[in-house]
């Protein structure tokens, strides 16, 4: 009885996480985790310390995940302030070659939130890249997604994050090209 009421409390609280993951999934830690599942309702990974630019941030546990105030599930993620897009747009459908994705892309009031230096070009995060392979930051994941790409660009003032099951949809290696190559969508004329 124990056994199986142990298993209910573990199934229960995996459905309460915001993708529904099984319970199978590999677990990361709660501040290495994006999701995007509407315009309202995502985490993202922002610098952990005030006032850093994205690039200074890369190193381990320079890192955490900010939410949404809908998207948020832990006292362990940061919040992004609620008007942190200026103008946002979510879209989902099938990538190059017909996997999912989920994206959101826009601009952003940088100045909302202290973590970020509004003159700071920007930079990416990742669930593929880095050293060996494995993340920046290191081990993060996109729930109910295979990998995923984010780009944040205070001095744009833009960002956008894709979630993608086929790595195709997802690239690492644009990481100085900005948002509308990595990722393309609506940036509104961010500016």
Excluded at 51 to 58: A, F, K, L, R, V
Excluded at 73 to 90: E, H, K, M, R, T
Aim: some cysteine; proline content about 8%; aromatic content about 8%.
């Amino acid at each position: 009885m124990l056994s199986t009421l142990l298993l209910l409390a573990s199934f229960t609280a995996v459905l309460a996480s915001p993708s529904g993951l099984d319970a199978l999934a590999p677990r990361a830690a709660v501040d290495n985790i994006v999701y995007v599942t509407d315009a309202n309702k995502f985490c993202m990974i922002m610098p952990r310390d005030p006032h850093t630019n994205i690039g200074d941030s890369e190193h381990p546990g320079g890192m955490k995940t900010y939410c949404s105030p809908a998207g948020r599930y832990s006292s362990q993620q940061g919040q992004l302030p609620a008007a942190f897009w200026s103008n946002v747009d979510f879209k989902s459908g099938n990538g190059k070659n017909g996997k999912r994705f989920a994206q959101l892309t826009g601009c952003i009031r940088p100045e909302l939130l202290s973590r970020l230096n509004p003159s700071d070009a920007g930079g990416q995060y990742d669930s593929s890249g880095g050293d060996g392979g494995r993340g920046n930051p290191r081990d993060s994941v996109c729930l109910g997604y295979n990998h995923y790409v984010e780009l944040v660009e205070p001095a744009g003032p833009r960002a956008c994050i894709r979630c993608c099951d086929d790595p195709a949809d997802c690239p690492t290696n644009k990481d100085t090209q900005g948002c509308p190559n990595v990722i393309p969508g609506n940036y509104f004329n961010c500016g």
